[in-house]
């Protein structure tokens, strides 16, 4: 296990428009995506951060309350940068405060355990400020980001999220492969043919 304290943000707080029902609350290998997205956290840390937004209320009537520390995000609608800052910034008002954090989103299904720590043990092994998942010709989410580039993610306005801090560093990011992180739910056609994978 890590020798830095990791902690975990799950960014719930999507309105899933295209889905046309909240995407977190999908069957998903028994537990819905969310439950799952907890559950793979709560391997390598204790109490996850989940941040919610729409449909806030259904999300944390789902989850475990004693498991995961549940943020609302009242400017949900503003996009992912607010999510970010808002499970950051609880985190930071925490005791001890995180040498790292792992961002993570509910529609990628295939994040395992494995993965989250691959992801830690290569920022040990490579000491490079951001770790991110190789997939589809891109970095990204799950990804890992040191303590030194938390003000960066603070500052981060507007549906802009974790990947352009990421490119911003360059060789200074270490990568991870996980080929599965092409898949993600936005649609009920890519949910059906995520189930249909499974079934098949």
């Known amino acids: 296990m890590s020798i830095f304290h990791t902690d975990i943000i799950i960014l719930a707080a999507g309105a ?23 559950q793979t956290a ?9 941040v919610t937004g729409a449909n806030g209320e259904h999300l944390a009537a789902a989850l475990d309350a004693g498991q995961v520390k549940m943020v609302y995000n009242s400017n949900w609608q503003q996009g992912i940068a607010s999510s970010i800052r808002c499970g950051l910034q609880a985190l930071l008002n925490r005791t001890p405060g995180p040498d790292q954090v792992i961002f993570m989103v ?7 355990p ?6 830690i043990n290569e920022q040990q092994k490579s ?5 991110a998942s190789a997939y589809a010709n891109t970095l990204g989410i799950p990804a890992l980001f040191d303590k030194s580039l938390f003000p960066q993610l603070l500052d981060l306005q507007g549906d802009t999220g974790a990947r352009r801090v990421i490119a911003q560093y360059g060789a200074e990011v270490a990568s991870v492969e996980f080929p599965e992180g092409k898949f993600d739910i936005d649609t009920q056609s890519e949910y059906q043919d995520l189930v249909d994978r499974l079934t098949s």
């Open 106 to 112: 509910c529609d990628q299904p295939f994040v395992t």
């Open 127 to 131: 000491r490079k400020p951001i770790v």
């Open 114 to 119: 494995g993965l989250l720590l691959d992801l």
């Open 16 to 38: 899933s428009t295209r889905l046309g029902q909240p995407k977190q609350l999908l069957p998903w290998q028994g537990v819905t995506l969310l439950q799952h997205a907890v």
């Open 42 to 50: 709560l391997t390598v840390t204790t109490q996850p951060v989940v």
